[in-house]
C-alpha cells in the first residue's frame, strides 16, 4: 500500500533524526576513537591483539561473548565509547585487558512508585500511589549519560508524582485520574529522554483520603441522598394528590359511579377470606335521621 509505505518512511525518518540527536549529546559518541588514543593507547591496542593471536582458540572463551535478543552491550575501549554504538543481540567480539562491557536489558520495567503524602492545591493532605512502565530506548546514552538510569528515573517519578498532584484539587485528584497520569507520563518522557529512557505509561492506583475526611464526605453524601429521597417522596405525594382531586371530581359527576367503588371494594375485601365485611353507609341517610331529631 502506498498510503502504508509513506508513513513507515516518515518514521523511520523521525526515528533516525531522533537516533542523530541522542548520538550528539552522547559523551565522546561524536568523536574519532583513532585521534583520540594516543601512542601509549595504540600499544596497548596492539599488545592486546598479540596476546589474541598467541593463545588462540584459547582467547575465544574470553573475547567472544554473547547478548539476548532483548539485550545490549555498550563497551569502552581505554574509557572511551567504541564506535558503531551498542552491539548485539547475538555475538561480539571484546580485547582482553583494554575492552569493558556493559549489558543493558530493553524490556519494559514496572517500577511501583511508594504512597506519597501530597498537599493538594485546596490544601488537603492525601496519600497517592502510582505504576510506572518504562524500558531503555538507548542503551549507549543509558550507560554514558547517567550513572544509574533506573534509579533516577524512579526517584524522578516520585517527586513528579508530588509536582503534578499539588497544583491540583481534591476533586481533580478524585475525577482526573486519567489527565493526572497523561501529565506525569508528558513530564517524565521529556525529562528522561536525555538519559536513554522512554517512559511508556502512567497509572494512578489508589488515593487513599484521611479518615476524617472520609466521614465528613460520606456524612455529606447521606445528607445530600437523604434530601433528595425527601424531595422524591414530596413529588410522588404531589401526584398522588392531584390524581386523588382527578379521580373524585369524575366520581362526583355521576351518582353511579360511587356505588360501583363500593361494590370494588366490598369485593376486595371478601377476596382476601376476611370473617368481617363493612357495609358502606351513604352519608345521606345520617342526615335525614339528624333532621328529624
Known amino acids: 500500500m502506498p498510503g502504508g509505505d509513506d508513513d513507515t518512511d516518515e518514521a523511520e525518518a523521525r526515528w533516525l533524526n531522533q537516533q542523530v540527536t541522542r548520538r550528539s549529546i552522547v559523551i565522546g559518541v561524536g568523536e574519532s576513537s583513532k585521534t583520540n588514543l594516543a601512542c601509549c593507547g595504540w600499544l596497548l591496542t596492539a599488545f592486546s591483539w598479540l596476546l589474541v593471536a598467541l593463545t588462540f582458540p584459547l582467547s575465544l572463551c574470553v573475547c567472544m561473548k554473547v547478548v539476548q535478543e532483548y539485550e545490549r552491550a555498550v563497551i569502552f575501549r581505554l574509557g572511551r565509547l567504541v564506535t558503531g554504538g551498542a552491539r548485539g543481540p547475538g555475538i561480539f567480539?571484546?580485547?582482553?585487558?583494554?575492552?569493558?562491557?556493559?549489558?543493558?536489558?530493553?524490556?519494559?520495567?514496572?517500577?511501583?512508585?511508594?504512597?506519597?503524602?501530597?498537599?493538594?492545591?485546596?490544601?488537603?493532605?492525601?496519600?497517592?500511589?502510582?505504576?510506572?512502565?518504562?524500558?531503555?530506548?538507548?542503551?549507549?546514552?543509558?550507560?554514558?549519560?547517567?550513572?544509574?538510569?533506573?534509579?533516577?528515573?524512579?526517584?524522578?517519578?516520585?517527586?513528579?508524582?508530588?509536582?503534578?498532584?499539588?497544583?491540583?484539587?481534591?476533586?481533580?485528584?478524585?475525577?482526573?485520574?486519567?489527565?493526572?497520569?497523561?501529565?506525569?507520563?508528558?513530564?517524565?518522557?521529556?525529562?528522561?529522554?536525555?538519559?536513554?529512557?522512554?517512559?511508556?505509561?502512567?497509572?494512578?492506583?489508589?488515593?487513599?483520603?484521611?479518615?476524617?475526611?472520609?466521614?465528613?464526605?460520606?456524612?455529606?453524601?447521606?445528607?445530600?441522598?437523604?434530601?433528595?429521597?425527601?424531595?422524591?417522596?414530596?413529588?410522588?405525594?404531589?401526584?398522588?394528590?392531584?390524581?386523588?382531586?382527578?379521580?373524585?371530581?369524575?366520581?362526583?359527576?355521576?351518582?353511579?359511579?360511587l356505588q360501583l367503588r363500593y361494590l370494588q371494594t366490598l369485593s376486595s375485601i371478601s377476596a382476601e377470606k376476611n370473617s368481617t365485611i363493612i357495609f358502606p353507609l351513604p352519608i345521606e341517610l345520617l342526615t335525614r335521621f339528624v333532621r328529624r331529631s
Open 93 to 257: 567480539f571484546i580485547l582482553p585487558c583494554i575492552d569493558t562491557y556493559t549489558k543493558v536489558d530493553l524490556r519494559t520495567v514496572t517500577f511501583d512508585v511508594p504512597p506519597q503524602e501530597v498537599l493538594s492545591k485546596d490544601s488537603v493532605t492525601v496519600s497517592v500511589d502510582a505504576v510506572v512502565y518504562y524500558r531503555v530506548s538507548n542503551a549507549t546514552v543509558s550507560v554514558a549519560n547517567v550513572e544509574n538510569a533506573h534509579h533516577s528515573t524512579r526517584l524522578l517519578a516520585q517527586t513528579t508524582l508530588r509536582n503534578v498532584l499539588g497544583t491540583r484539587n481534591l476533586s481533580e485528584i478524585l475525577s482526573e485520574r486519567e489527565s493526572i497520569a497523561g501529565a506525569m507520563q508528558e513530564s517524565l518522557d521529556v525529562a528522561t529522554e536525555s538519559w536513554g529512557i522512554m517512559v511508556e505509561r502512567v497509572e494512578i492506583k489508589d488515593v487513599r483520603l484521611p479518615v476524617q475526611l472520609q466521614r465528613a464526605m460520606a456524612a455529606e453524601a447521606e445528607a445530600d441522598r437523604e434530601a433528595r429521597a425527601k424531595v422524591i417522596a414530596a413529588e410522588g405525594e404531589h401526584k398522588a394528590a392531584t390524581a386523588l382531586k382527578e379521580a373524585s371530581d369524575i366520581i362526583n359527576e355521576s351518582s353511579s359511579a
